[in-house]
């Protein structure tokens, strides 16, 4: 049996595969998961495991409190998705990096 063949074989048994937001698969991965965690990534610092991580953190955190405002949950993340990719191009990250030095050069 393929991997691909086992990893369908799981989804199936999980029951993944019979809701309708999981129907694409891309290989073996899920088309949905892909971009959630193409988000966590470029949100947290792209180039930086701090940054996955801190990404990780912000994206799981805003998704669990805009949970709580159903119809308005989807636009609220995405608002906030492109703004921190526009005013900080190096992720959440890069933004603790800067703060970081600016404090360690304060007293000037």
Same mark, same amino acid.
């Given at each position: ?15 993944? &595969? ?7 698969? %891309? ?7 892909? @971009?959630? $965690? =193409? ?12 940054g996955a991580l801190l990404g990780a953190g912000f ?6 409190? &805009? ?7 989807? %636009? ?7 703004? @921190?990719? $526009? =005013? ?21």
């Open positions: 049996m393929s991997c691909s063949a086992v990893a369908m074989k799981t989804l199936m048994e999980l029951g993944r &595969l019979e809701r309708p937001e999981t129907e694409f698969l %891309l290989g073996m991965i899920i088309l949905e998961e892909f @971009i959630s $965690m =193409l988000f966590l990534t470029i949100v947290g610092g792209l180039g930086f495991l701090p994206i799981t955190g805003l998704d669990v409190w &805009l949970s709580t405002f159903r119809s308005w949950s989807q %636009l609220v993340f995405g608002v906030v998705v492109i703004a @921190i990719m $526009m =005013l900080e191009p190096a992720g959440l990250y890069g933004r603790w990096l800067k703060i970081k030095r600016f404090w360690k050069s304060w007293p000037l």
